[in-house]
């Protein structure tokens, strides 16, 4: 999927399904970029750093771009949210995969509902609402 032609919901979307999917097929993975890389050796260590600080920036720069379109309130941080946004997803990491794929559809649910909040600031006030009435729905 090319991210740079989706919506900023459409792309955290198919995020969240990235990290859904590795919890469900390759939790190893995600146990080592969770909780196992702080036993890496150098420099595997700086090198997982800097790619774990890209990532986050990455994050970042969606959302920020999700600003300039007038998708996110300008109001927010956006450094907070692409924190809150990898912090709302890390607990699938500590899930058994069993109980990451029979719970998928609440997991998804519940982020997205996050998602949608984050995104639903009314860009245009001056003091934003924390909804934009009739705008989303689960």
Known sequence: VLLADL??????NHILQFHIDMAIHDP???TVFSQE??????PSLS???EE???YES???SILKKGQENGQISPHLNTEVLSK?????IQWIYFSRPDVVLKNEREIRLTVEFFIKKM???DASSSNPSLIKHNQFSL
């Open 119 to 121: 995104m639903a600031q």
């Open 58 to 60: 990455g994050i970042n």
């Open 84 to 88: 809150l946004f990898l912090s709302s």
């Open 47 to 49: 090198q997982f750093i």
């Open 52 to 54: 774990r600080k890209s």
């Open 28 to 30: 190893k993975v995600l």
């Open 37 to 42: 890389w702080r036993h890496l050796p150098e």
């Open 7 to 12: 919506s900023t919901f459409e792309t955290l």
